[in-house]
């Protein structure tokens, strides 16, 4: 079993959509991030959470610590939001990642 | 403030060869970590570097080697070369004092082994 596990794996969804991305993890984290990767390879990081909740502009990051479970919401999806979504987790000075959500919103 | 340099963006070597790469980071950043990404095995950690000495390694063979100088920059290398060491290696800094300071990552080294 994968320490990170996320999911969906895909998803297609209509623009103007609410969007919900799950991951869940199994090891001790210090923190928990969200990162998005667009076709040709560049990372930016989207959030990055120890507790609560986040949120910057339609994007939305809540974790439950107990739980060992975060979620990405992204309202009123456009087709520019269409990229590979990946949880990481910082465990032991380490990031270990999820498998990413490719997420593809159509006009 | 200049983002994360990774230099080169592209590169194509022969099996059995050599290859290293380089990852500036953002200034003032003391941590460098070093990622893999390969299509069957997603994003792999390699180590991490935190004034120039090495904090944490993945599970890599002993091809895989890195450092990090005084300013932090830091190279990664590779020895005897192999087609699975085709992968987008990434690199990521972060201010490094504890754990969970966030990360800037680089734009990648595309690395392709022939």
């Known amino acids: 079993k994968n320490e990170v596990e996320q999911s969906p794996q895909n998803l297609t969804a209509q623009e103007g959509e609410f969007i919900t991305i799950n991951c869940s993890y199994s090891v001790g984290i210090s923190a928990l991030h969200w990162l998005q990767q667009h076709p040709g390879g560049g990372i930016v990081s989207l959030f990055m959470l120890s507790s609560g909740k986040k949120k910057h502009g339609r994007l939305i990051a809540t974790i439950n610590i107990q739980e060992k479970h975060s979620s990405l919401h992204i309202t009123a999806s456009h087709p520019r939001d269409s990229a590979v979504y990946i949880c990481?987790?910082?465990?032991?000075?380490?990031?270990?990642w999820g498998a990413g959500t490719k997420l593809i919103i159509k006009p | 403030k200049a983002g994360v340099t990774q230099t080169p963006r592209y590169l194509i070597k022969t099996r059995g060869q050599q290859v290293t790469l380089s990852c500036s980071p953002i200034?003032?950043?003391?941590?460098v970590s070093w990622y893999q990404q390969t299509p069957g095995q997603g994003l792999q950690f390699l180590f991490e570097y935190f004034s120039e000495t090495q904090r944490n390694k993945g599970n890599f063979p002993g091809r895989f080697s890195g450092r990090q100088f005084s300013n932090s920059r830091s190279e990664m290398n590779v020895s005897t070369l192999e087609l699975g060491d085709s992968a987008l290696y990434l690199c990521a800094s972060s201010p490094g004092g504890t754990p969970a300071m966030g990360y800037t990552f680089g734009s990648g080294t595309r690395l392709t082994v022939v």
């Open positions: 990481a987790v910082l465990s032991n000075y380490q990031l270990i």
């Open positions: 200034s003032g950043h003391r941590s």
